[in-house]
């Protein structure tokens, strides 16, 4: 079975530092590539990091809300996706999806999200 799961979410004061964990079991992992998705309540689904697989130079992308403070990566070895953030703004309060997309193929696996709540 296709299991993802997110964690390291919380509450944290603006300008702290969360780093969210996604493992994953029954996919193989390095042929995926992977990402972080978030959702804020009213709002659409958004991407905000994603990364290639690692054969293919391991190339991360981000939105630009988040360039600079956001950074993923990946560790094949544990078939785990990582995202840490840094410099939190209360706009970056949402639930936070693991994504994993085969590339031409139309496989997405998405975690079951994490809550981060960047408060005063």
């Known amino acids: 079975q296709v299991q993802l799961a997110e964690s390291g979410g919380g509450l944290v004061q603006p300008g702290g530092s969360l780093r969210l964990s996604c493992t994953t079991s029954g996919i193989i992992f390095n042929r995926n590539n992977v990402g972080w998705y978030r959702q804020a309540p009213g709002m659409q689904r958004e991407m905000v990091a994603t990364m290639t697989t690692l054969s293919t130079g391991g190339i991360a992308n981000y939105a630009a809300s988040v360039s600079g403070r956001f950074t993923i990566s990946r560790d094949d070895a544990k078939n785990t996706v990582y995202l840490e953030m840094d410099s939190l703004k209360p706009e970056d309060t949402a639930v936070y999806f693991c994504?994993?997309?085969?590339?031409?193929?139309?496989?997405?696996?998405w975690g079951q999200g994490t809550q981060v709540q960047v408060t005063v």
């Open positions: 994504w994993l997309g085969r590339p031409h193929l139309n496989f997405n696996y």
